[in-house]
């Protein structure tokens, strides 16, 4: 299993310790345990900014960055071993675990740092934390900035500047290292092995769930522990449900199936989509509507490279699926009259693609001053075009209606202009038909 080395923590958080004011700090919680229901807990997943900086596997936790502390600069508040606990719940790193196996200069129990965090705050100017993430957490933190207040009059110096943590880190994140490009691949092909997979099982009378279980036994059995979101699968009028998750619908000979669905590797994200007919074979009216949004996407990849801006994808789609939506009698009209009048909205409402990371939809802004950001190497996104016809959109012919298709790739920015990471999923017509063929 391909993992973020040690070394890449480190870096990671040096470079954000470069960007604080001096004689500041940065204090950042693990995620909270989420409970599904009663004593029963979701799968434990670690917050995104979190496991950027430490790649600590456990809740409970707060990470403290104090850049020049003479001490160590990274402090980690982590539980502590328990025989009897670990027996029911896993083994845990402990205070010894965190410095030997993750890089904490100083490691202190969780049940401490009421004690002992007041202390490495007091006499800072300046706070950095993930304000408005976490409530109980702040409430917490002004718990210990207060404890700090009280005791001013013996000459405690609370902090005077609370600062938002998001933009340095967010900004950060932005830029794929070569080790995390090597995890993001990884979880790529394991996603378009499970996409493949769901192909070649597609068939007349299972139900969508059927395939969802192909993607799952695919991930599990290839070490992801978890799918990155909710998969998507959708067949017939479903595959004009953007978020369709019911996944319960009957498979019918005739219809299409869109799957959304990838895995995570070390908490990165995959993110593909792929559309085929549940029998193999596509009809005039589905491969129409399919190569229309496949050149969509072509046109996409065309722009994207360092010297283009995040919209230009997008842009590039729009122009190429509302010509084609003209060409095929569902729009009248001037090509760009219709574009400046957001006429193929009815069939295409949502954006081209989407920052791609430690979350699905990373972080990241996409406008800068106003502008949109321009493209730089080592930026990981998704090309997503789509069309969707409604069902009851009775402005179409009838054979039209029902037929939703979105084709997804996840990509990086190179020097040259993209690399696509889910290259391997058959995305061509004939190359669909042959592969569901060779399955029958």
């Known amino acids: 299993m391909i993992h973020i080395p040690k070394s890449e923590y480190a870096r990671r958080r040096k470079a954000l310790m470069a960007q604080m004011e001096p004689n500041?700090?940065?204090?950042?919680?693990?995620?909270?345990?989420?409970?599904?229901?009663?004593?029963?807990?979701?799968?434990?997943?670690?917050?995104?900014?979190?496991?950027?900086?430490?790649?600590?596997?456990?809740?409970?936790?707060?990470?403290?960055?104090?850049?020049?502390?003479?001490?160590g600069e990274y402090v980690l508040f982590c539980r502590e071993r328990n025989v009897e606990r670990e027996l029911w719940d896993g083994l845990r790193a402990g205070q010894e675990?965190?410095?030997?196996?993750?890089?904490?200069?100083?490691?202190?129990?969780?049940?401490?740092?009421?004690?002992?965090?007041?202390?490495?705050?007091?006499?800072?100017?300046?706070?950095?934390?993930?304000?408005?993430?976490?409530?109980?957490?702040?409430?917490?933190?002004?718990?210990?900035?207060?404890?700090?207040?009280?005791?001013?009059?013996?000459?405690?110096?609370?902090?005077?500047?609370?600062?938002?943590?998001?933009?340095?880190?967010?900004d950060m994140r932005l830029y794929k290292s070569a080790a995390e490009l090597k995890v993001m691949r990884h979880a790529a092909q394991i996603s378009a092995r499970a996409h493949v997979r769901a192909m070649q099982a597609s068939r007349a009378g299972l139900h969508e769930y059927s395939l969802e279980a192909e993607l799952d036994y695919?991930?599990?059995?290839?070490?992801?522990?978890?799918?990155?979101?909710?998969?998507?699968?959708?067949?017939?009028?479903?595959?004009?449900?953007?978020?369709?998750?019911?996944?319960?619908?009957?498979?019918?000979?005739?219809d299409l199936v869109l799957i959304d669905a990838g895995c995570e590797i070390d908490c990165y994200a995959s993110d593909i989509s792929?559309?085929?007919?549940?029998?193999?074979?596509?009809?005039?009216?589905?491969?129409?509507?399919?190569?229309?949004?496949?050149?969509?996407?072509?046109?996409?990849?065309?722009h994207i490279a360092p010297d283009k801006h995040w919209n230009q994808a997008h842009e590039a789609t729009v122009q190429v699926i509302t010509?084609?939506?003209?060409?095929?009698?569902?729009?009248?009209?001037?090509?760009?009259?219709?574009?400046?009048?957001?006429?193929?909205?009815?069939?295409y409402m949502h954006r081209a693609g989407h920052w791609l990371g430690l979350?699905?939809?990373?972080?990241?802004?996409?406008?800068?001053g106003g502008e949109w950001r321009v493209l730089e190497v080592g930026m990981t996104l998704t090309v997503e075009p789509g069309i969707y016809i409604s069902p009851n959109n009775l402005n179409v012919a009838k054979k039209?209606?029902?037929?939703?298709?979105?084709?997804?790739?996840?990509?990086?920015?190179?020097?040259?202009?993209c690399e696509i990471l889910t290259g391997e999923v058959p995305k061509t017509v004939a190359d669909i038909e042959a592969l569901m063929a060779g399955a029958a």
Not at 222 to 248: F, R
């Open 24 to 71: 500041s700090i940065a204090i950042l919680p693990a995620a909270a345990v989420a409970i599904r229901n009663r004593d029963v807990e979701h799968v434990y997943r670690q917050d995104s900014n979190f496991q950027y900086l430490s790649g600590f596997p456990e809740p409970s936790a707060v990470i403290v960055l104090i850049p020049g502390r003479v001490h």
């Open 218 to 254: 695919e991930f599990r059995k290839s070490g992801a522990k978890m799918p990155a979101y909710g998969s998507i699968v959708a067949s017939g009028d479903n595959t004009c449900i953007l978020h369709y998750q019911e996944n319960n619908a009957l498979l019918k000979a005739g």
């Open 97 to 170: 675990g965190a410095i030997r196996d993750f890089g904490a200069d100083d490691a202190f129990p969780i049940t401490d740092i009421d004690d002992i965090l007041p202390g490495l705050i007091e006499g800072r100017d300046r706070v950095y934390s993930a304000m408005g993430a976490n409530p109980e957490f702040d409430r917490n933190l002004m718990e210990w900035i207060n404890a700090i207040r009280s005791k001013a009059n013996l000459g405690a110096q609370p902090p005077n500047e609370f600062v938002a943590l998001d933009h340095l880190l967010h």
């Open 274 to 302: 792929r559309t085929f007919p549940v029998n193999g074979r596509f009809s005039p009216e589905q491969k129409a509507i399919y190569e229309l949004v496949l050149a969509a996407q072509e046109a996409a990849f065309a």
């Open 400 to 417: 039209w209606r029902g037929i939703g298709v979105r084709i997804e790739d996840d990509v990086v920015v190179t020097k040259h202009g």
């Open 359 to 368: 979350d699905v939809h990373d972080v990241g802004e996409y406008k800068v």
């Open 323 to 347: 010509a084609g939506l003209v060409e095929l009698g569902l729009l009248q009209g001037d090509l760009q009259e219709l574009i400046a009048t957001e006429a193929y909205k009815p069939f």
